[in-house]
């Protein structure tokens, strides 16, 4: 197993294109950290989601349902008076922003008004969170799920390692579901073996093979091994990491 505490845009082979980010255990963090990476290697990168998702803190917001500029936000680019966010810092050689259109009551950004097929011939990279999860560190995908655009060009699956060894129906978002896909109770543990056989069983249904798998939150595991047991039921490359934020 490759574990990693940075450059993970390398680690995952990340392509110019659209990149959508399913599962669970972290989508948002790792938005921000691959847009980031990206962004501070020269890339102009955009962030977004095809679902629903909270905006990310301290990445400039587009701010609107029309279509974006061509060229995204830049270090210098006043967006709010004394922000301290990291573009801001002067840590950024890109170009980054998030848009989308803002529900007022949830706080939340839809996907943005223009095709991100379009979006994608403006900016090197598009990242989208293209799933829910409910914040638990594991799940299920219902039959709509994910929302994955035409043209994608990765797809990384991710997958919160806080999850391994909890009972099913505490760590797991659709927890019927997985128990359906792997024959087990809902109050049955969430093993590593369980959950990569639910991953392979959506990874052939959902045509999503060649998929990227990232074990994130390894710092929790109170057995170490548990990773290592994952990757070999899984029986494919995962790549290891603890993301912080």
Not at 60 to 82: E, I
Not at 135 to 162: C, D, F, M, Q, Y
Not at 163 to 183: D, Q, T, Y
């Amino acid at each position: 197993m490759e574990t990693v505490s940075g450059n993970l845009a390398s680690a995952l082979r990340i392509e110019p294109g659209i990149t959508a980010i399913i599962g669970s255990g972290g989508k948002s963090t790792l938005l921000k950290t691959l847009g980031l990476e990206l962004m501070r290697a020269g890339g102009r990168v955009l962030l977004c989601t095809t679902t629903h998702m909270l905006p990310v803190a301290g990445v400039p917001w587009d701010g609107s349902n029309r279509r974006l500029d061509a060229a995204p936000w830049k270090p210098g680019a006043s967006h709010v008076p004394g922000c301290t966010c990291e573009a801001c810092a002067g840590l950024a050689r890109g170009g980054i922003c998030q848009a989308g259109v803002l529900d007022p009551e949830t706080g939340k950004l839809s996907a943005p008004a223009e095709p991100l097929g379009g979006l994608a011939q403006r900016f090197d990279y598009v990242l989208a969170e293209a799933d829910g999860s409910k914040r638990l560190p594991l799940k299920a995908h219902a039959a709509w799920e994910p929302v994955i655009p035409a043209g994608t060009a990765n797809v990384i699956w991710l997958v919160g390692a806080s999850g391994l060894s909890k009972p099913i129906n505490e760590a797991v978002h659709r927890p019927e579901l997985f128990c359906e896909r792997c024959g087990c109770e809902l109050t049955d543990t969430a093993t590593p073996e369980r959950v990569a056989r639910v991953l392979n069983a959506e990874m052939q249904a959902l045509g999503l093979i060649t998929a990227r798998v990232m074990l994130n939150q390894v710092d929790t595991l109170s057995d170490p091994t548990m990773a290592d047991r994952f990757e070999a039921a899984l029986d494919r490359p995962v790549v290891a990491t603890s993301l912080q934020g």
